[in-house]
Antibody
Framework: EVLLVQSRAEVKKPGESLKISCMGSGYSFTSYWIGWVRQMPGKGLEWMGIIYPGDSETRYSPSLQGQVTISVDKSASSAYLQWSSLKASDTAVYYC??????????????WGQGTLVTVSS | QPVLTQSSSASASLGSSVKLSCTLGSGHSTYIIAWYQQQPGKAPRYLMRVDSGGSYNKGSGVPDRFSGSTSGADRYLTISNLQSEDEADYYCETWDSHTPVVFGGGTKLTVL
């Protein structure tokens, strides 16, 4: 069974750093792209970026590039989303998701349970 | 990049059918799309992919009440025999070699 398990909810202050995680199991972790999707309160789904664990190739959404860093640790079957300086506008639920199709990605077929990040002074 | 347009809301009565649409933007009418269901407070769930010929392939465990179809640049999700648990937000998604993930704005379905 394919599972994506994300780290727990976080409450942070503006300016703080944060790294959240997503651990994949039940499939060959290095053979499928992993993506991160943001859902701000009451809003729709927004793609942030994807990473291919096999070689760490990363692609970012042009609107979010430079604001976050996506990384992977193959040995831990985990992908990460990182901020160096959080803003209140980063408050959202963040989902990791697997893209099917291997290196030639296709649609998202599995989702993590989501990590709520709250940024407030 | 491809653009997906969805109606913001839809409603239908318990036990009836509803057809949700997702329209591909100009120049992308042959693209495959995928449908997702997001129940309140939960993560999205993969429902199916629908291609330009109207063929659809459902994800594991998706009830037979859910089906897909196509007309030109429009991709549809039809839910038959509506149940209360079908009340949710529904998103479509597509992709290409330059843009890995594009979501539609989502349709909020209310079951009356």
């Amino acid at each position: 069974e394919v599972l994506l398990v994300q780290s727990r909810a976080e409450v942070k202050k503006p300016g703080e750093s944060l790294k959240i995680s997503c651990m994949g199991s039940g499939y060959s972790f290095t053979s499928y792209w992993i993506g991160w999707v943001r859902q701000m309160p009451g809003k729709g789904l927004e793609w942030m970026g994807i990473i291919y664990p096999g070689d760490s190739e990363t692609r970012y959404s042009p609107s979010l590039q430079g604001q976050v860093t996506i990384s992977v640790d193959k040995s831990a079957s985990s992908a990460y989303l990182q901020w160096s300086s959080l803003k209140a506008s980063d408050t959202a639920v963040y989902y990791c998701a697997r893209l099917q199709g291997g290196y030639n990605y296709e649609e998202v077929d599995y989702w993590g349970q989501g990590t709520l990040v709250t940024v407030s002074s | 990049q491809p653009v997906l347009t969805q109606s913001s809301s839809a409603s239908a009565s318990l036990g009836s059918s509803v057809k949700l649409s997702c329209t591909l933007g100009s120049g992308h009418s042959t693209y495959i799309i995928a449908w997702y269901q997001q129940q309140p407070g939960k993560a999205p769930r993969y429902l199916m992919r629908v291609d330009s010929g109207g063929s659809y392939n459902k994800g594991s465990g998706v009830p037979d009440r859910f089906s897909g179809s196509t007309s030109g640049a429009d991709r549809y999700l039809t839910i038959s025999n509506l149940q209360s648990e079908d009340e949710a937000d529904y998103y479509c998604e597509t992709w290409d070699s330059h843009t890995p993930v594009v979501f539609g704005g989502g349709t909020k379905l209310t079951v009356l």
